[in-house]
């Protein structure tokens, strides 16, 4: 009772100090949902340390954006699925800042993989970017996380897949099923320090793949009859940011699509 009443006064005291920004790693804020993520996560006050890969304009575009709300924030380019570039992310992350209040891991590659026809190659690039990629990034980010003297949170982002049966995606599903499960285990593993949570979307921006199921025929399965907005998951990562409770879940946002 004394310890819980000690930390949270701690907590409160560190957060008040003039230099105690708060400070977020995220990773694939370059991408469509990732972007409005990292805006939303600016927008909270958080000064915003992002990764990005392939897509350099779109990274530089958010990042722009950022500052307008957060002038310290910066980028650095990071292949996930090569754990020495998340290290070097990280080593470039503590020479800026020294402290580390959320991480939000949203990078993911995502493509059609017809099972007969699965290559080892495309096993890899899916499942080392999205899973092993988020595993190296939870462990960097939660060596620092523990020793702090403040509760900090991180929220990886999933896949509603993960609880699906999905034809030709199985390392892409796969791997966010890793990542729920990585969840449970981290938020375990770390509590009470750090809080770990998932979202889990449903569709929430289209594929450009020709041979993915039209919008029509999406919502026709989803209870609430629309697709998913990028507003849908910011207000669950506000959420998120606002509770103390909360560890371990899987949040699924994805207007009843799991109900069928
Ligand atoms: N959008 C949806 O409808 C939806 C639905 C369900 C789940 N989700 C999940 O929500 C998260 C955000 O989605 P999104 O719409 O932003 O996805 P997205 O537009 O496909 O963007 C993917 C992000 O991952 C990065 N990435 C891909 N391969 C990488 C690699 N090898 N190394 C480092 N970064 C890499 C991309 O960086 P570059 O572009 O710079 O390469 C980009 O920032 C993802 O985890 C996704 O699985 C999204």
């Given at each position: 009772m004394l310890k819980n009443r000690v930390d949270r006064e701690i907590k409160t005291l560190y957060e008040m100090t003039p230099s105690g920004k708060k400070v977020c790693f995220m990773t694939g804020a370059s991408g469509?949902?990732?972007?409005?993520?990292?805006?939303?996560?600016?927008?909270?006050g958080y000064t915003v340390f992002f990764t990005w890969h392939a897509s350099e304009k779109r990274?530089?575009?958010?990042?722009?954006?950022?500052?307008?709300?957060?002038?310290?924030?910066q980028m650095v380019?990071?292949?996930m699925s090569k754990n020495q570039d998340i290290v070097n992310a990280f080593t470039a992350f503590r020479k800026e800042f020294d402290r580390l209040d959320l991480l939000v891991t949203s990078a993911?590659?995502?493509?059609?993989?017809?099972?007969?026809?699965?290559?080892?190659?495309?096993w890899d690039s899916l499942v080392d970017t999205n899973l092993k990629g988020t595993f190296f990034t939870m462990q960097e980010a939660a060596r620092i996380?523990?020793?702090?003297l403040f509760v900090s949170r991180i929220?990886?982002?999933?896949?509603?897949?993960?609880?699906?049966?999905?034809?030709?995606f199985a390392p892409y599903t796969v791997s966010?099923?890793?990542?729920?499960?990585?969840?449970?285990i981290f938020a375990k593993e770390f509590a009470p320090v750090i809080l770990v949570n998932s979202i889990a979307p449903g569709t929430v921006t289209l594929n450009a793949d020709k041979e993915m199921e039209s919008e029509a025929e999406m919502v026709k399965k989803i209870a609430l009859q629309r697709l998913g907005d990028p507003l849908d998951i910011v207000r669950t990562i506000i959420f998120l940011l606002e509770s103390d409770y909360i560890t371990g879940q899987i949040i699924n946002v994805e207007g009843g699509r799991l109900l069928q």
């Open positions: 469509m949902l990732g972007s409005e993520i990292a805006l939303s996560v600016a927008g909270q990274a530089a575009e958010t990042l722009e954006k950022i500052r307008w709300i957060s002038p310290e924030s380019r990071c292949d993911s590659n995502f493509f059609r993989t017809p099972l007969p026809d699965v290559t080892e190659e495309e996380m523990r020793k702090q929220i990886t982002m999933t896949d509603i897949s993960a609880d699906l049966v999905w034809r030709n966010k099923a890793g990542i729920q499960h990585l969840t449970r």
